[in-house]
């Protein structure tokens, strides 16, 4: 992988760090599965966001939009 690469990917992990522990207080978190190169972040959603009714709301809306703020080239987030 290129060092480009690493810096988005741990530059998207910083960002996932500031997001758990609001997700964490609920009994559940967000794992970083994937960065594509066009963008797309692959996340994993467990404990109890895991089948939540909720969830597809809390990644686009929470996750998707801080991801977006602090990270300007992720073009979107979804689920794995």
Same mark, same amino acid.
Request: one cysteine or more; charged letters at 30%.
């Given at each position: 992988?290129? #060092? ?6 741990? !530059?998207?992990?910083?960002? @996932?760090? #500031?997001?758990? =522990?609001? @997700? ?12 594509? =190169?066009?963008?797309?972040?692959? &996340? ?8 939540? =009714? ?10 998707? !939009?801080?991801?977006? #703020?602090? &990270? =300007?080239?992720?073009?979107? &987030?979804?689920? &794995?």
């Amino acid at each position: 992988m290129t #060092k480009e690469k690493d810096t988005l990917k741990e !530059r998207i992990e910083a960002a @996932l760090e #500031k997001i758990k =522990p609001a @997700l964490q207080a609920d009994g559940g978190n967000v794992e970083l599965v994937e960065v594509t =190169p066009d963008g797309i972040v692959k &996340v994993k959603l467990t404990g109890a966001c895991y089948g939540c =009714p909720m969830s597809q709301m809390t990644l686009k809306m929470g996750i998707g !939009r801080t991801l977006k #703020k602090e &990270v =300007p080239e992720v073009k979107d &987030v979804v689920e &794995v």
